[in-house]
């Protein structure tokens, strides 16, 4: 029955894919992952017939098997739609945030997120409502993640507390705190994608945070790489953010002369 369903939204996936949508896809993510052509609100509508008009007698472990095997599939769309339908199982109450965890992290350490498109996608639609589910202790089980080895799942230590971070702490007592430490923890790491998730996120919460991450970023300057502190000061004053450049430009030339 799984890979009946998987092999039938393939066909409807393929059905509205345009070439032109495939390349451009596959050249905006370097070739890194395999389009079919379809761009995401298509891929939203056709996921929702697909559960609608296929899977509507489905019982909610079949669904959950459904979608960690989707995320396992090659093409970027499939993964998009395996995250959907997770979302969907856990909003159903049909995935628990421990075993829920467990199976992600297994999707990543398996190779099967590649990119910060997925990687965003699973944190977002995935990994937030298990945190919402399991509160500040699958929090910090998310954010233990910072010390796999695993790059993609490293950017999801940060870039899972996004949304949280935007509404501040009121969305989870603690988060301040669990951010800034995350972020300190992930900062040292010299790869691109994980130093931009740290700006992320702290770009979001300093809208609700703004001394504590202001002093967390002087206190880290050298640690980021110039997009990494783009991002977290991008909604701050422009002044500020030409003198905490300047000044990072200084450290880490200073670092390197060392």
Same mark, same amino acid.
């Given at each position: 029955?799984?890979?009946?369903?998987?092999?039938?939204?393939?066909?409807?996936?393929?059905?509205?894919?345009?070439?032109?949508?495939r390349?451009?896809?596959?050249a905006?993510?370097?070739?890194?992952?395999?389009?079919?052509?379809?761009?995401?609100?298509?891929?939203?509508?056709?996921?929702?017939?697909w559960?609608?008009?296929?899977l509507?007698?489905?019982?909610?472990? /079949?669904?959950?098997?459904?979608?960690?095997?989707?995320?396992?599939?090659?093409?970027?769309?499939?993964?998009?739609?395996?995250?959907?339908?997770?979302?969907?199982?856990?909003?159903?109450?049909?995935?628990?945030?421990?075993?829920?965890?467990?199976?992600?992290?297994?999707?990543?350490?398996?190779?099967?997120?590649?990119?910060?498109?997925?990687?965003?996608?699973?944190?977002?639609?995935?990994?937030?409502?298990?945190?919402? /589910?399991?509160?500040?202790?699958?929090?910090?089980?998310?954010?233990?993640?910072?010390?796999?080895?695993?790059?993609?799942?490293?950017?999801?230590?940060?870039?899972?507390?996004?949304?949280?971070?935007r509404?501040?702490?009121?969305?989870?007592?603690?988060?301040?705190?669990?951010?800034? /430490?995350?972020?300190?923890?992930?900062?040292?790491?010299?790869?691109r994608?994980?130093?931009?998730?740290?700006?992320?996120?702290?770009?979001?919460?300093?809208?609700?945070?703004?001394?504590?991450?202001?002093?967390?970023?002087?206190?880290?300057?050298?640690?980021?790489?110039?997009?990494?502190?783009?991002?977290?000061?991008?909604?701050?004053?422009?002044?500020?953010?030409?003198?905490?450049?300047?000044?990072?430009?200084?450290?880490?030339?200073?670092?390197?002369?060392?």
């Amino acid at each position: 029955m799984i890979q009946h369903a998987i092999e039938r939204l393939a066909v409807r996936l393929d059905a509205g894919a345009d070439p032109e949508v495939r390349a451009g896809a596959d050249a905006y993510l370097k070739h890194v992952i395999p389009h079919r052509g379809v761009k995401r609100p298509g891929v939203t509508a056709v996921v929702r017939q697909w559960l609608a008009e296929d899977l509507h007698e489905a019982e909610p472990s /079949q669904l959950r098997e459904i979608g960690f095997a989707l995320l396992r599939q090659p093409y970027s769309e499939d993964k998009y739609a395996g995250a959907m339908v997770l979302e969907r199982v856990i909003a159903a109450g049909a995935l628990g945030w421990r075993e829920g965890l467990d199976l992600l992290a297994d999707v990543f350490d398996d190779g099967c997120v590649q990119e910060w498109a997925t990687c965003d996608t699973v944190c977002g639609r995935v990994c937030a409502p298990l945190i919402t /589910q399991g509160g500040m202790e699958c929090a910090r089980a998310v954010a233990s993640w910072r010390d796999a080895s695993n790059v993609w799942r490293k950017r999801a230590a940060a870039v899972s507390f996004v949304g949280f971070a935007r509404k501040g702490e009121s969305s989870l007592p603690g988060l301040t705190a669990l951010v800034l /430490q995350t972020a300190g923890a992930l900062l040292p790491s010299p790869e691109r994608f994980i130093n931009l998730g740290v700006g992320w996120v702290l770009r979001e919460l300093g809208n609700n945070e703004p001394d504590a991450v202001l002093a967390f970023v002087e206190s880290r300057l050298a640690d980021f790489n110039a997009e990494g502190l783009r991002y977290a000061l991008e909604k701050r004053d422009p002044a500020l953010r030409k003198e905490l450049s300047a000044k990072r430009t200084a450290l880490t030339r200073r670092r390197r002369s060392t």
